[in-house]
């Protein structure tokens, strides 16, 4: 059985861990800043079982059991995890919809709830009253036809707006509720107020263009440019395409779709006559969303705007691209978004830059190319190694070889021969897909301490996740508990821009990195400045790369000393430089 993440908030935000735990632990007695009492899992005389209602997670220093409230109840009751959420979500008062009893009445009333919805903020946009909106949208460049067509919204600036008028009884209240369209409101008991407030609507069908959820985009002043209706039975992002249900026909007729970022940009294509247009919900592409594209046609180009954020998503849909037989293809504009460019340069103009779309080896390689003036000749011949390293096939990487070599126009032998020796001598290059590749003892010393520590302060500092979301490419980790948890922590982070730690139980119900977050979290901790803390365990790691770096080069030196020997020296010589640049940095700052 499925439930959402945002049924697990809901639950969660309703119930506190310490309450429930003292129905099965009647010791338990509040000391400083946590609770502390008789384990339940194992027999014992003195306390050491403790539950932290900060983090709202227990843990026994006898057994080593821990986790959150969850956990606790699958633990204590002997459920299994689905079924200790529905314990715990009778306790809080929530409803859990069983898909098993086929609640049909209920997937009625989503639809139902859903449609109406769209309907008050469509009607809202046309009246006097939505003018702000209205007016917003239209000066991007939407055409009347469009808000028509994808009956786009506008959400006003009330609070009750949508609570008023849709909710007509209190199942009406819960499912809307679990939908994510309006909350229970903190301070008046029995009140909810909308989610969606002062925001642009999109409205998103599936498949057969029923409406199954919405995307908002701010025009007040909200951080949070973008919001989305909260996963459920009828929602569920990764298998749903926003445009699908009216690009459908065309893409099956053209065998061609093409992959754009936002919902604008949908609108914005189909506006100027490009229909085989569609875009995944505020995410990179799913391998699910590709699999259901697969079924309407063979050519999928993804289509980026000319920014970083861009980019990465294109990292991510490459690495899925390898998974499929389809026939993937990426483009770049060279200004703006796909809305922006198509609207201002027109159809045709749009539509050369789809057909100058690259192969994903291609891509990756103008993309190494675009910063050769910044890591140099030799620093972009490993880099390029590193991407045909990834090709499966000997041709193709013989091919890549001879491309390579006239693109920085070295000689194209010593450049097959580099190849080889670094092939050879390969320490680690992590693959972008964070395959485990081959990992020095060293490093896993070195490195793997680093995240592990790095995991530990997180732990206990939960915001710093939003600083190592940037600063670390969480994929490209060998050490797979630290990656697992970081990449969990990072998505949990990533969705909604908050991160409460004791939401990671919810995905290691067991095995090493639980046992691993258990320890992290209870241990004894005490940091003064965790800023400078981070800085420390970041600047370690970024100097150990360089030592690294500086390492393959020497070795390269040695095996091959011929053609590119000045091109590595000089390498070298920059990277000692920035080393020491870090480490008088790392001295001022700690000292
Ligand atoms: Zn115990």
Redesign the pocket.
Known sequence: MYIPPETLDLIRSKVAIQDIVKRYVPSLKKRGKNYTGL?P??K?KTP??SVSPDKQIFY?F??H?GGNIFTFISKIERLDFPESVKFVADIAGVPIISEKRGDTDALEAFHRLNRGAMEMYHAYIKSPAGKKGLGYIASRGVTEASIRDFAIGYAPDSWDYLARGLIKSERDREYAESMGLIKRSQKRANSHYDVFRNRIIFPISDINGRVVGFGGRTIGDDPRKYINSSESQVFKKRNILYGLNRARESIKELNRAIVVEGYLDVIGCHQAGITNVIAPLGTAITADQIRLLGHYCTEIIFLFDADSAGLKAAARSLDLSEETNLNIRIGMLPQGDPFDYVTTKGPREFMAVVDTSLRPTDFRIARVMDDFSAAGRAGTLLRLFAVIRDLKLETERSEYLKKISALLNVDENSVRADFKNYMTNQQPVPATSGRPGPVSSEQVDVVTRGYRDLIRLICHHPELISKAAIDFTIGEIQDQLARNILWKMTELYNENREFSIDKIFDFFTSGPEMDFLNQAMNDEFLIENPGSAYTEIYLKMKVYEIDDKINRYDALLKSSPGVNSNIYLTEIEVLRREKEKLLNFVYNKVS
Do not use: A, L, Q, V
């Open positions: 384990c899992f194992h014992e050491s079982f026994c006898g057994c059991t």
